[in-house]
């Protein structure tokens, strides 16, 4: 807990309110308060959920982060105070966007919520851009259809789930990894989604194991792109086509 008391003694500065009435609020006595703040007792599981709801920030970054590093007020709360995201913009004011690349995706699942790992990803900017959180996850291999290989899909961060919209594309990073659907509908704790490619069913996936969701904005092909004719686009329609013949016989017998 090296950082937590560093971080809490900074939070309530933010809030200005004094020890007694962060204490009152806890449900605890100022002189406890006061040890946490210095250092030298730790909070139980029960104090440290407190803490997390009042400040809005995840008991993990309570503990593990120097979050004064960060501008607080250029940050985004994420939901289920798991984490915050800091907005860098460049010196025209345009936001940075953190590219995730094939490597990095390997850790995103696990780095996601460390605001270090996020500062350590490769960055690119774009002007036409609005206000918001920009992503860029880059394709590798099949792992984002219809994008071919090394292309950078670019969404913008979605906060709830009630903002996804029928028929949008999204990139739903979950639990199993990180892809590239259509949103069809929300049941109770699932959302269901679809492939582009109607070769694909579409599936469920818990609510609970999404981790994060961002709206498909924007894509840039990689250089070596070849524009030509796609035998493996070609295949997949050829099998489409055979799909709707056995449905019609099927229909007929």
């Known amino acids: 807990m090296s950082f937590f008391a560093d971080n809490i003694r900074l939070l309530r500065g933010k809030k200005k309110i004094s020890q007694a009435e962060l204490a009152a609020k806890?449900?605890?006595?100022r002189s406890a308060y006061a040890a946490y703040e210095s250092g030298r007792i730790q909070p139980g599981p029960d104090i440290l959920i407190k803490m997390s709801k009042y400040f809005n920030i995840s008991i993990d970054l309570l503990l593990t982060v120097d979050i004064g590093k960060y501008p607080l007020e250029e940050m985004i709360n994420l939901p289920n105070n798991r984490i915050i995201l800091p907005i860098v913009v460049d010196q025209q004011g345009n936001n940075y966007i953190e590219i995730v690349t094939q490597t990095a995706s390997m850790?995103?699942?696990k780095g996601f919520s460390d605001p270090e790992y996020i500062e350590?990803?490769?960055r690119m900017s774009l002007p036409f851009l609005g206000h918001g959180k920009y992503r860029a996850f880059v394709a590798d291999g099949d792992s984002m259809p219809p994008f071919v290989d090394k292309t950078k899909v670019i969404g913008e961060y979605v906060e709830k789930l009630e903002d996804l919209k029928k028929g949008n594309k999204y990139i739903f990073v979950t639990l199993e990894g990180i892809t590239f659907k259509t949103f069809v509908e929300k049941k109770g704790n699932t959302i269901t989604?679809?492939?582009d490619n109607s070769f694909y069913e579409p599936y469920d996936i818990a609510s609970e194991n999404i981790l994060e969701i961002w709206k498909y904005i924007n894509g840039i092909l990689p250089k070596d792109y070849n524009l030509g004719y796609s035998n493996e686009v070609d295949l997949h329609q050829i099998i489409q086509e055979l799909r709707k013949?056995?449905?019609v016989l099927n229909s007929k017998l």
């Open 26 to 29: 806890l449900i605890i006595t």
């Open 107 to 109: 850790g995103y699942l």
């Open 193 to 195: 989604v679809s492939a």
């Open 120 to 122: 350590g990803l490769s």
């Open 245 to 247: 013949d056995i449905k």
